[in-house]
């Protein structure tokens, strides 16, 4: 087991966001968090990484708890967040080495996976350039590079495909199969179902802080009875959205 959260409950006030969240993400798989706006997917990814606390249940990376290990629990993980989080005053380069530092990692082999992944996004030459020079997309590729050479069990990936190109998309999945097989875990909360329905292996659905369905396609195609079912037919169905519209 890489990642189990048992009956988290939590949010940013008193009155709790998640109500009794319970999942798993194992090693070789990826889980998609499936939820639209406000469902619980961002306040569940910060109890994750440690930017809230849970009021309620447990949450174990690899045995560790943020409050067991804080330093190793962390080391565990890497984490890409829907909005890019750069320094503005550390260049491309500096921001490579600042994750090596943070990490722990071998400088050597980390820089030589930084420069596969640099030349894969086309930011090779872009090593001494600043945030304030990247676009929206540069910047979620900065943050995909520095997030990959950490070697982490563990990906929590939020909205990943806002403001990439298709081919950086594509990328980014191939790289995530990457790690899948190198026996990473990994966590990607979505509004692409398609894609999710194409990648995941498993899926978490969430709807108002609650968890209303998880597993394979063919499991959730069999709980919602009807074995043809794309993912976004069952998730609408689910939480009532497709009833709304129809």
């Not at 890019?84 to 071998?106: C, K, Q, S």
């Not at 050597?108 to 350039?129: G, H, T, V």
């Not at 540069?138 to 943050?143: G, L, T, W």
């Amino acid at each position: 087991m890489t990642l189990e959260i048992e009956n988290l409950v939590g949010g940013y006030s008193r009155v709790p966001v998640l109500k009794d969240i319970s999942f798993t993400v194992k090693a070789g798989e990826l889980v998609g968090l499936i939820g639209l706006n406000g469902a619980g997917k961002s306040t569940t990814i910060k109890h994750i990484i440690g930017l809230l606390r849970p009021q309620k249940g447990k949450i174990t990376l690899e045995g560790v708890t943020l409050k067991s290990d804080p330093k190793t629990y962390k080391q565990k993980m890497a984490y890409i967040p829907e909005t890019p989080i750069l320094y503005e005053e550390l260049t491309l380069r500096e921001h490579i080495e600042l994750t090596i530092m943070a990490y722990g990692l071998e400088a050597k082999s980390a820089w030589q996976r930084a420069q596969k992944l640099l030349e894969l996004f086309r930011l090779e030459n872009k090593l001494d350039w600043f945030p304030a020079n990247f676009s929206k997309g540069m910047k979620q590729k900065v943050m995909i590079v520095c997030a990959f050479i950490t070697e982490a069990k563990l990906y929590i990936i939020d909205e990943p495909f806002l403001g990439l190109d298709p081919l950086a998309t594509q990328d980014l999945l191939d790289l995530i199969d990457q790690k899948k097989q190198a026996g990473a875990a990994v966590l990607m909360s979505t509004h692409v179902l398609s894609t999710a329905q194409e990648y995941c292996d498993r899926f978490v659905m969430i709807d108002q802080g609650q968890v209303t369905a998880k597993g394979d396609l063919a499991s959730l195609r069999t709980q919602f009875g009807d074995e043809t079912a794309s993912l976004a037919t069952i998730y609408l169905k689910l939480t009532g959205a497709g009833e709304k519209h129809a």
